[in-house]
């Protein structure tokens, strides 16, 4: 069992950065990838990045440069640093972990879920 509890979301002027945490419970985080989703107002929910258990990456091609995602095993977290943000990034972060993840933007590849942060881009 994994608990996932994600901070570091709020209110930011277009440009501005962030960086969100995601904090793991379980002795097995080094083992599971772990993604970031977001869903915004009226939107589905979509794919941000992942990161393989031995650090490899994988973005959505419009997150690319602007965002990273990092995890630091020893404290089993995982971060996603934003940066240029704009107003349409606006929406509640999600974090994820799964056992085998194959598809990395399919939600079902995914076991597990935090509760999300919000994320709000002013103009």
């Known amino acids: 069992q994994v608990q996932l509890v994600e901070s570091g979301g709020g209110l930011v002027q277009a440009g501005g950065s962030l960086r969100l945490s995601c904090a793991a419970s379980?002795?097995?985080?080094?083992?599971?990838?772990m993604g970031w989703f977001r869903q915004a107002p009226g939107k589905e929910r979509e794919f941000v990045a992942a990161?393989?258990?031995?650090?490899?990456?994988h973005y959505l091609d419009s997150m690319k440069g602007r965002f990273t995602i990092s995890r630091d095993n020893a404290k089993n977290t995982i971060y996603l640093q934003m940066n240029s943000l704009k107003p349409e990034d606006t929406a509640v972060y999600y974090c994820?972990?799964?056992?085998?993840?194959?598809?990395?933007?399919?939600?079902?590849?995914?076991?597990?879920w935090g509760q999300g942060t919000q994320v709000t881009v002013s103009s």
């Open positions: 379980g002795r097995t985080f080094s083992s599971y990838a």
């Open positions: 994820a972990a799964g056992d085998e993840v194959m598809r990395w933007g399919i939600e079902y590849e995914y076991d597990y």
């Open positions: 990161i393989t258990w031995s650090g490899n990456t």
